[in-house]
Every structure is written in structure tokens, then in C-alpha cells.
């Protein structure tokens, strides 16, 4: 899905109006605005951090703004991710989709692109390339550092953002200007403490929206042209305890990605077909078919209950599972986490 208008159209009037606040900001200004207006970010994921940086960058005139997502809205998300509600829950809609219509809601002059995907090592050229910027808005290391190898091959920037509990961290990666994710975390015992998960041990609202508050910040100073603003910091934050450490990362001189140019994410290993996403979810990947949602869902009709059905998905239940399969062949099964399970469900209900 899709909703555009074309960035470059603004008349000076309306934009001193709509911008006028954010203009009046030294760091900003008129010339900062102007080059907002023709950037461009892409946003992979898009659950509490992903959803709150993209509101706040299309309420700031970021011009183009490409949303990436491979889930749908579920009761349980309402709790923090902040550009969805109710109805986008009841009738599970693609958390891309929901958020181009809200984010189009907010700011027509921007062009928003909802993409139902999931971001892989075939497609990250195709679906990250032509941004100035990537965001991080993903909830797996796999993805970050499929984004990693993808922005320091490309030579473009990226902000890395996560959070679980309480706790979360930022940091702005420029390829040959700063250190890299695996310079962060495949080369030491830093900060790998975000192995557990918000479905293993939940999340606060507050932290995620301030990671995307400081995500957004870091995105709006490189947008505009004032990259002297830049923090060029690992930021961590803990809205529970109060703590909060902005400390210097030394970039990695034999890093597997900056150093020695070694992208095994984008490269080497294929991804498997079915892979572990979240607490008890099986996802299985593309099979390379297309599916007719409507046709299968008269044929299980009968076999299934709770089914839900929108022009992206078909949801329903096999007790005690809950299966969801996109248009695209894509599925995910919750409430097993065993991979062989997973596939015999698919190949019983959908075809080997
Ligand atoms: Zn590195």
C-alpha cells in the first residue's frame, strides 16, 4: 500500500505554518527544513520504537518515508506502539499498512509506503536501497545485522535502536566515520544484554518512546545537513532505575563488517526457511508462491475457527495454535516454537 504526495511541492507559505516551530530551532531553520522535505528515511520494523520514530519524522517533513513490516496489529501491542488502535486489531491489519494510513493522516505533503515484508538477505538491497537513512525499528540481532551489513557495504548511515523491560540503547552508525554494530557487539563483552526479549519479559511504553525520542533526534541532525550535531555516542537508558551512560565505542580495527568487509548477514548464510520469532512463534519464510487468500479460506472454512481475513492475510485458529498466512506464501504459527511442528501444520493446511 501505498499514499504519496510529491515532497517538492510545498508552498513556502504552508511549510513556514506547518514546520514553524521546528524552524524556529537554531539547530533547523529554514535551510535544515528544506532539506528534511527531500530526505528520505526507510524503517525496518515497525512495532513501539519503529512506529514512534515514524510518527515523529513524518510530523517533522522527513519528504519520503518507506515503513517495513512483516507482522499485524494485535491487542497486545496497543500497550506501546502508538500509531495503532482497536479497530487495527480486531481486524488484524499488516502493522505497515495501518501505520502508512495513520502516518498519511498526520501529514499528507510526506510520501509514506507501507511495505508487508520481511526483511531478508535477498531483498535488503531491493527494499533499504535508495534511502538516505535506515532506522532500526526490528526486535532480532539476525535483522540488525543483516541492516549492518547492508548500510557499511552501501556506505550509508544507519541508527541502530532496542529496548526490552525497562532498558534500552541507541546508536547512529556512519560506515567509515564511526564504529559499526559488529564493531559494538561481535568484538567484546559489550552490551550484550538485550539477549531477552519483550516476549520473554515484556516492555514499558515510556522506554520504547524515548530510544525512538533519541533515534528520531539523531535522524532529524543527519536529514538536515548537521551532522556536527551528532552525539557519535552508545546511549543507554533505563526508565526504572534512572540510570542513564553515554559512553564512546572504539571502532573495531579487524571488524568482521567495517574492517574486513566480511557481510555474511547480506552474503553468505542464506537464511533458513523457518526461523524462531518471539516467545512460542514459528515464522516460515517465502515459500516463492502465491497464495489465494480467498480461495483457501473457503477451503478451510470448515477445519478452523476465529478466521480473520483482510487483502494481506488469513488468521485462524487450530487448537492450540494460531496460524496467519500472508499472500505472499509467508506464515506464522504461535504456540509452538518447534520448527517440525510448524511445517507440518503449514504443508496440512496450506500445502507442502
Ligand atoms: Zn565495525
Known amino acids: 500500500m501505498t499514499g504519496t504526495a510529491a515532497p517538492g511541492s510545498h508552498m513556502l507559505d504552508s511549510l513556514q505554518e506547518k514546520y514553524s516551530r521546528q524552524m524556529l530551532f537554531a539547530g533547523i531553520g529554514e535551510e535544515g527544513q528544506r532539506c528534511l522535505l527531500a530526505s528520505s528515511a526507510v524503517i525496518v520494523g515497525c512495532g513501539a520504537i519503529g512506529a514512534a520514530s515514524a510518527g515523529l519524522l513524518v510530523r517533522a517533513g522527513v519528504g519520503r518515508i ?11 501491542n496497543l500497550q506501546r506502539q502508538t500509531l495503532f ?6 481486524a488484524a491489519t499488516p502493522k505497515a499498512v495501518a501505520a502508512a494510513r495513520k502516518l498519511l493522516a498526520i501529514n499528507s505533503s510526506v510520501s509514506v509506503q507501507g511495505l508487508v515484508e520481511d526483511l531478508n538477505p535477498r531483498n535488503a538491497g531491493e527494499l533499504l536501497g535508495g534511502f538516505d537513512l535506515v532506522l532500526d525499528g526490528t526486535d532480532n540481532f539476525e ?3 543483516l541492516i549492518n551489513d547492508f548500510a557499511v557495504q552501501s556506505n550509508r548511515p544507519w541508527i541502530y535502536a532496542a529496548a526490552v523491560a525497562s532498558y534500552g540503547v541507541t546508536m547512529t552508525v556512519r560506515p567509515g566515520l564511526t564504529p559499526c554494530l559488529a564493531c559494538l557487539l561481535e568484538s567484546s563483552s559489550n552490551g550484550q544484554g538485550l539477549e531477552e526479549t519483550c516476549d520473554t519479559v515484556g516492555v514499558l511504553g515510556p522506554i520504547v518512546n524515548l530510544i525512538a525520542s533519541l533515534e528520531s533526534a539523531e535522524a532529524l541532525k543527519l536529514l538536515a545537513g548537521r551532522e556536527q550535531a551528532l552525539h557519535n555516542r552508545l546511549v543507554s537508558c533505563d526508565v526504572w532505575s534512572g540510570h542513564f551512560q553515554s559512553v564512546s565505542v572504539a571502532q573495531n580495527g579487524s571488524c568482521r563488517a567495517c574492517a574486513r568487509r566480511e557481510f555474511s548477514y547480506l552474503n553468505g548464510q542464506a537464511q533458513p526457511h523457518v526461523t524462531l520469532c518471539g516467545r512460542d512463534s514459528v515464522q516460515i519464510h517465502e515459500r516463492g508462491r502465491t497464495l489465494d487468500l480467498g480461495a483457501l479460506r473457503g477451503r478451510l472454512a470448515a477445519a478452523v475457527s476465529d478466521v480473520r481475513h483482510n487483502d494481506f492475510l488469513l488468521s485462524f485458529r487450530v487448537e492450540p495454535y494460531q496460524m496467519t498466512v500472508f499472500a505472499d506464501g509467508r506464515a506464522i504459527l504461535k504456540g509452538t516454537k518447534d520448527p517440525a511442528v510448524a511445517r507440518s501444520l503449514y504443508a496440512r493446511y496450506i500445502g507442502a
Open 85 to 90: 488502535d482497536e479497530a487495527d486489531a480486531r
Open 143 to 145: 535483522t540488525r545485522f
Open 66 to 76: 518507506r515503513i517495513i513490516d512483516r507482522d499485524f496489529v494485535e491487542p497486545s
